[in-house]
Structures are given as C-alpha cells and as structure tokens.
C-alpha cells in the first residue's frame, strides 16, 4: 500500500468517525424519525427551502436597509417584521399546516384594531385616565375602559381639557371626538389607545431593555385590553375572530389560557354579572358556530376545535388559590370537553413561586384523581434568566407536581435531569420565541435555547403567547424565526413540532388521531405545493 | 393520624423528593466535591459574599446611573465597568488567586496606554495611514505602524496636512508633534491611536451590533497593534508587563497564544529578521527574569510560569499549514518547556473550518506521536452562535482530532454527545465570558451558556481572550461577571475553576502539584480575608 494509499485511509476513517459522532449526537433529535424516511417531494420541499432560506440569508440578510441597520437572520422581530413580510420564506411558511396551538393568552390574541373596532360599536363602554393627557405624558398615561350601565349618568369632558378629574368616567365616544384636535382629535385618540395595547420596537429594544422594564410594559398593554377584553358582547366577537384567524394561519386546534381572576365579566348591560360558567357557554358555542360556518364551506377539516386552560395569576395567596381549583374543578365537571388544564401565570421572576403553593396544588391533584377526572396542571416554569433563582426553580416544582406540559420552560436548558425528564417522560415545552425575544430572555432567535431542547429530544410546541402585544399575529411569524436562524433545523423539523403540538395537546386519543389524520393530510398537499417550486 | 397531620406528611414527602431532584440535576456539577467538604471559614466566605451580591443587586444594578438606564448585574461589560470597579463584590474578586490564564492572546493583553507608552521610545517605529486624516474619517482610518531602519530616509510631513500621500510612512514622533491642532494635535494623535486598539461601548452595542460586524472592529485593533507588537524590543518589554500585570491580578501560570503567522518579527535594527526561535528565547528570559525577580521580593510562590501556545491562522491553505506545524515541531525540540501546544485561530464564522485542515492536522498528530513529544493541539471552536454552521461543526473536529482543551467552546451546550465526551474525558472548556458578551455571542451574562457547561459537569477555564481590547484587564472581570449573574454559582465554583485552570494546564505532573499546591494556600489565606468580612 503506498504512502498516499495510507493518508487517504486515515482520512476516510476519520470522516466515518466524524459521520457516526454528528448521528450520535444528534440521536435525541424528535425529526429523526421522519427525516428517515421523507418522501420524494418531501426531500425535494427540504431543499427548496434550504435554498430559499441560504439565498436571503445574503439577499436580505446580510446588508443594511432602510432606517434597519445591523440585520441578520432571526434579528429583533419588531425591527425586522416589515422585512419578514417580505421574504419568499415567510411566504411559504405562512401556508404551512401548523398544527396546535398549545400556549397563547387569550386577551392577548387578536388584532389590537379588530378589538378597537369591536370597542366603538358600543356605546356601553367608557374610557378613564389617572390625568389629564397631554403631548407629554401620552406615552405614559394609560386608558383603562369598562362598560357602565345605559341608565347610568356620565359626565362629559374630555381627557384633554383642563377640566378632567383624573379617573373620572368618559363615554368612549365623547372623549374620542372630544380629544384635543393639537393631539390628533379622534385619529390622535385611537393611536393613544392602540399604543397603550402593544409594545413597540423602541420600548423593547431601548428604554425598556431590562426584563424587570419590558415585563412592566408588558403587563400595562394588559390594563387596557382588560375593560375591552372582559365585556360579555366583546368576548364572544373576539373568541370568534381568535378561531378564524388562528384557523387562516394554518392552526387546527387551540387550547388558550383565559384568566379567570375576575369571577364575573360585564355583561351588555354593564353590570358585572356575567359567571365563569357563561364564558365557557360562550366559548363553546361560538365553537360551535365556527365548525358551523366551516362545514358550510366545506372547510370542515381545517378546524378541529378548542378547549380552555384555566389560569389565575401568581398574585393570590395559598387559601385563594383553593377557591380557583375548586372553580376549575366545577367548570370541568360541566363542560368536561372544554377544560383543558388548570394554570396560574405571572411574571416568574417577581410572582410567587410554585414552591408557594405546594400544598393547595397537591391538593388539587388529589382532588382530580378522587375524581376521576382528566384535569392535569400545564405550568408556566422557568420562562427567565435567573441561574437558580425562583423562576428558575419552578422547573423542579412543575415537574414534580406532574405538570402535563411546561409554559416556556425557557431555562431548562441549564438542568440536564430536567431536560432528561421531559425527553423520557414525553413532557413536551410551549416554547415562544417571538415573545422570548421581546421580553429579552433572549436578544435574537441564534441566542434562543431551542436548539438545545431539540438537540435533547424533548417534544417542543412553538406557541405564540401573546401575539396581539408583539403585532405577531398567527404562529407564521415564531415558525419563520426558528427555521431562519439554524443550519440543522428546516422544513421537517418544523413539521415535527407542528405534529407534536397535536401529540401533546389534551385532545382525547379520539380526536388526537383524527386531528393528526388531517395534518398529515394538509402537509403532504403543502410539501406537494413547495416542491413545485423547485 | 389526623387529616392536618397526613397533608403535612405529603408535603414533607414532596420536599424531600425535591430536594433529592435538585441534587440529582446538579450532581455533574464539578463543585460539589469542594461544597462537601467546606471548611467553616469557607462557609462564611461563601455567604459573605452571597450577601454582598445580593445586597448590590438592589443597591448597585437595580436602578439607573448617571448615563446609565437599564442596569442589571451582569448587564454589557463595555457600559457597566465604572460602577463594576465601584463595587465591593469587585474588590473581593480582584484579590482571589485565579490560578492559571488558559486563553488569551498575547497581542491583545497589555493595556493599549502602556503599549502606547512603550512605543513612544522607539526612534525607528514609523506610522501611516491610508489617507489624509480629517475630523470626518479618523475614526474609520486606522494607524498601521513599523520599525524603518534609522538609517533610511524618511519623509517629513502630517497625516492631517493635505499634501499627505496615503501609506506614506512618517515618524511617529514627527507624525505625532505634526498632529493638527484642530484635531487634538499630539494629545488628539494619542486618542486616535488608541480608539483605533480598543473597542468602545457604541461600537459593541451600536454601531457594530452584530457578529459579522464587531469582528470586523475587533480584527482592526489587531492593524494597528501589530506593527508595535512584532517589534522585539516592544516585544520582551510587553510580555513582561503581561507577566507583571497577570501575576498582580493573582494569575500564577499562563499560556497565552502567540500568532507566528509572520515569520519573523521586526528587531531593534528595523530589519524584519528576527526568526521564531528568538521570539522563544527572549520569551523564555523574561520568564526567567520575572522569577528571580519575585523571588528577591520574596513572592515566588505567586508565579509558577508560563508556556506559549504556537498559533497561525485559519486563512492559510492546508498545504501552508505543513510548515507551521514542522516549525513548531521544531520549536517545541529547542524549547520543550515553552511550548505548550499548537492552534489555528481566527473569526470560525468565515475563517475556513477544521475539516478543511484534516490531512495536516492528522499527520500533525502521527508525527508528534513518534517523535514522542508531548505537543497537543489545543483547537478553538464552536466560536459561534450558528447552529449547524462550520463554526458550530468545528466541535465535531476539535474532539476527532484529540483537542487537549477547547479555546471557547460556546455552542457546545447544544451537542449532548459532545458535552459528554468533554466530561468524561476531562476536555475543559475555556471560556472566555466577557470577549464572548462584547463580540455578541451573548448580550449579557445572564444569557451566557455558562451555567449549562457547569451543570453538564465540563471543566471551565475561565479566560479573558484579549483582554486590553476590551479593557478588561486581568481575569477579575470575568470573575465577576460570572458570579454577578448567577444565585447557583458562588465563590466555591470560582474556586473549582480556578483549581480546574491549573489542573487542566499542560504543565507537567510535578510542576502541576506544585501550582496546585501554591494555589490552595492562597485560596485558604484569600478565605480567611474574606470571612473576617462577616
């Protein structure tokens, strides 16, 4: 054998070893199993988008545009949305088949103006603020609404007359059309309100770049949905329009979280009447009324259906928290179809803790097997930075307490056990990268974790949280930032969690492999409409 | 047992699975043997120090500074280094033995005021630049310097006087004195050659905010610093003072890289003629200088050594490379005290990856094994927030190839199999925390994947990579920003770091347990400082 015969050996050696120790490590991986076994149109949609996304990686990528300097892929999604829109990757992304959608707030779901629009169709609502508005503290003064009686007096005035007492009632109508035309009269008005409801790039990326800030800006956008939100005419009309547009984005099935803090809303009489019971009644039957709709345009299997996760807030104390799974437990009892699970959410880094309420949550879990029933806790744990701290910790509590599945699980990637639970024990993360990113757990999708969940095999769903904040309406948008910002992970990965967002939904083994059914079914007609593209 | 007495045996039973769950995720963790068996003045060290931290975190890092919003601890080291210098946890870190430097590069160690200092000395160093410098451009048109033979005729004249002939080489002093006025004359000369060695915060977090771009700002402070550098008298002068300066920051052994790339340094002739052996020698007698120095001082035991990591650059061809491993072949036969291993170095994101290097690298090793020297490679990689990209692929050829070490190592946490092999072979990570957060690997320290090689059980190195770019001198601040941002890692994980830098070094058996040794010494003095805190 000479010399060059023998160098050439060693290398090829070397190269099987390589081959052997990139497939080891990579064994965990969930897309294995289909990546195994692709079809032909699958391997050729593979490709397509591999090249499409390796092309704008230079083509949109890599250079400067307007006003948007330092641009990469899987940049801060609100500097970067209007670039997104316009790439041939986000286009094909939009029409994929996405599955479940596991982890979303539902007052945090729909379109700011559609629920604007929804708003100044009734005369019900009123509007406040701590102050009278000016230029100056526009930007920090929020409006709150809430619906009052007809018969009710009100006052008149304006927020921006001299005259206003701060908190004072407004009819929505008259403040707008009373707004001070120097601040824009009734456009400036409907801009104020919008404001206040989303976070926009310079709050994110600049005075409130801190998780402490961004999670106070965050909350806020709430305080003023929350009027709108929690108004008995308004919920149905927003339940409705959350299903279609989720449905249009490719979404087949939805378990949202709704608070149930509040025990009543407003009803359209304006007083706060309306029990928890009546908002699953309404739930369901728009439910209902969508199936309804679709069939009749013969749609029918684009939608499978929604059930509710039941939170309350990291606020209450143990005793309270008693009160809300005892409700939980009623609701399910009623409407066993439409309780998903039971939750209580917060921002992990200042709430209270799991460890805080062990003994209700243990209790609760008793309660549901005495039962008999399918009630399983889904736990928002470790959504932060801490090393350690307590949001850090909630990780260990979820999991112990038999959590179905983990609410962002951000930081799980520091705890190999934990990761090795999930991957063992099918304990699949809701993970959300958009809002990840925003709330800057992470300061662009090639800083974010996933690709180590994945690389550990634990079941991801990618979930949206609270879309309507972040202007990221649908699951597109988190689907093309994960698929934009890897080199391992393409269209077969994102198929895998698209079906796995099914798998580990709460759907009843029934329904799961129907829903399944009909995915496969829309991806294979997808895969077939990319690959043409070849 | 009464009803009150069974719920509080299902919460004691449920702590104490907690309890176990947490040891079990924690068990890898390479501090726990020390933790064991804490000393009591270790232990109120330990909790002085988590004291102070978490009085600081409020006190310090949660409010605003002059110039300063969104502080946090371990927040961008560029903006926070004022009030870092102002804390007490700083004072505390600034005294602990570090044990051994593991990863930096020698051109980039010494403060850049120094340097500056030096070569101020030098008749023969000669300055020029590209083009006429005006208010407008002399922050993108950087000085290159090199020593001319004094016999030569050089020009007069001023960089910012308009009949200056781009790359025209004048002498410094007379470029300096010539220095306009209007721009700052010599002092302004001073600022523009010094801004153009060191990365500033609007650079790292504005300007140059992303990978691709503050290489490029990173690459060039290396233009202007070469050309001192690679000038022997500078040369001996400025590793003595990193020595000096290393040892004062409680450092007792390094093995800084130094780029042989150039195959001969500039001597004190002017002539570039002085061959890598004599880089060795005169490396070896500042060595040699600095112990008998310490020892006249009686601090001997604070210094142990220093060796040399040979390293060229990912940008020569394959066949190129051959000559740099039969030079440091060579080298490492004359000096086999000085030589601690062999790399290639370079931004892994565009340099060419190590599987273009296979053949030279696996005769490398084949020739280096039968003439029976002890000369590993100790590679960088995984460099790099890609996923899959031929900097994260680099992992796979570092570990194939055998690497002693790896020089970062940063996207390892995403390779499980890799992970592994490190801690069960004992590859120790160098990680390098501030370099990696200004070249925006990560924003913050709270995003830094530390934590993650910790729990994996991977030895860590902390490093400082080039430190006087960053204006991070010594390993203090990395120190810091390590512990700043954790509330799992103490003053314990410093310790076992520190311990692990010696014990992963490539000095010899004997000389090792002697660092060692020296080191723990320290350590329990250092303690005992910091207990009588409490």
Known sequence: ?????????????????????????????????????????????????????????????????????????????????????????????????????????????????????????????????????????????????????????????????????????????????????????????????????????????????????????????????????????????????????????????????INFIHKYMYGADGEQNVPHRQWLQDFDDVVKDIKADLKSEGRENEFVGAKIIYTTVRVISADELEWYTEDCITLKQEFPHLIAGFDIVGDENVAKPLEDYIVPLLAFKRRVEDLGLELPLILHAGETLTDGGMADNNLYDALLMGTRRIGHGFSIVKHPKLMEICREQNIALEVCPISNEILRLTSSMPMHPLPIMLNQGIPVALSSDDPSVFGAMGLSYDFFQVIVASEVSGLITLATMARDSLEFSTLDADEKERAIALWERRWYEFVDEVASLA
Do not use: C
């Open 1 to 257: 054998m000479s010399q060059h015969q023998q160098a050439q050996d060693v290398v090829e050696e070397y190269l099987s070893r390589r081959t052997a120790l990139v497939a080891t490590d990579r064994a965990f991986r969930r897309d294995n199993e289909r990546l195994a076994s692709l079809t032909v149109k699958e391997r050729a949609a593979e490709a397509v988008v591999r090249k499409i996304r390796a092309a704008e990686a230079i083509s949109v990528w890599d250079g400067e545009h307007d006003d948007i300097h330092n641009t990469f892929p899987g940049m801060e999604f609100l500097t970067a949305k209007n670039v997104i829109d316009k790439t041939q990757l986000f286009k094909i992304i939009s029409k994929m088949p996405k599955g479940a959608l596991l982890h979303a707030h539902l007052d945090a779901t729909v379109d700011k103006k559609y629920l604007w629009g929804l708003a100044l169709q009734y005369p019900q609502l009123h509007v406040r603020a701590a102050t009278v508005i000016t230029a100056a503290n526009r930007s920090t003064t929020l409006p709150e609404f809430r619906p009052l009686p007809l018969t009710s007096s009100t006052h008149d005035g304006s927020f921006t007359a001299a005259g206003y007492v701060g908190d004072t009632w407004l009819p929505l109508h008259q403040a707008r059309d009373a707004f001070d035309p120097a601040l824009g009269g009734p456009d400036g008005f409907d801009k104020w309100v919008l404001d206040s409801m989303i976070i926009n790039p310079a709050e994110a990326y600049g005075t409130h770049n801190t998780i402490t800030k961004i999670w106070q800006k965050f909350l806020s956008t709430f305080k003023a949905t929350t009027g709108l939100f929690y108004f008995r005419p308004i919920f149905k009309a927003y339940v409705h329009q959350f299903l279609l547009e989720s449905i249009d984005d490719g979404i087949s099935y939805m378990e949202p979280r």
